[in-house]
T-cell receptor
């Protein structure tokens, strides 16, 4: 039973426009959420995270929004660049205790930014 | 600083054979995790070491999988005997005992069982 869901397997966006990647979760015990980015033949690399005590976290072109009541989070990339083309994984953790959290991942969304 | 390294990058074996995957975490990271991604599905948790102790092995599929972390440094994941459904990419990740909760992943070991 998948606890973190990314229902869009792929997304194509024109360079310079906004990319919005969505993620839903079912476990109300999750309180820490992360986005990872993965290029082919590489491991996932951390992008941005958000704690359940916040509803927004911004880092440069990347912003993550969290809607706890809807159990939904999204990643906004603006402006999108061709180098952003990758698979994006949403992940969630049931604890905020640092450094020792098992992450539950979604199936990923492949983003293609068209030049 | 070296990242998480995994070996081999790709292994092709026949059903019934044995394969051992190795992971060297980032130096000083007490936490070491094994994950697996099968056929474009989600990245699924297998187990978690804190130093040399297994903290959580609830994701291990069955007793054909054996993970060790002797001395709390590198870890091995052995599959014996391998079955077709074991094919996938095995990721290792590590994290420090105190930190933001972020895991640092290796490039993965792709296992193909024929």
């Amino acid at each position: 039973d998948q606890q973190v869901k990314q229902n869009s397997p792929s997304l194509s966006v024109q360079e310079g426009r906004i990319s919005i990647l969505n993620c839903d979760y079912t476990n109300s015990m999750f309180d820490y959420f992360l986005w990872y980015k993965k290029y082919p033949a590489e491991g996932p690399t951390f992008l941005i995270s958000i704690s359940s005590i916040k509803d927004k976290n911004e880092d440069g072109r990347f912003t993550v929004f969290l809607n706890k009541s809807a159990k939904h989070l999204s990643l906004h990339i603006v402006p999108s660049q061709p180098g952003d083309s990758a698979v994006y994984f949403c992940a969630a953790s049931p604890r905020t205790q640092t450094g020792a959290n098992n992450l539950f991942f979604g199936t990923g969304t492949r983003l293609t930014v068209i030049p | 600083e070296a990242g998480v390294t995994q070996f081999p990058s790709h292994s092709v074996i026949e059903k019934g054979q044995t394969v051992t995957l190795r992971c060297d975490p980032i130096s000083g990271h007490d936490n070491l995790y094994w994950y697996r991604r099968v056929m474009g599905k989600e990245i699924k948790f297998l187990l978690h070491f804190v130093k040399e102790s297994k903290q959580d092995e609830s994701g291990m599929p069955n007793n054909r999988f054996l993970a060790e972390r002797t001395g709390g440094t590198y870890s091995t994941l052995k599959v014996q005997p391998a079955e077709l459904e074991d094919s996938g990419v095995y990721f290792c990740a590590s994290s420090p005992s105190t930190g933001s909760g972020e895991l640092f992943f290796g490039e993965g070991s792709r296992l193909t069982v024929l």
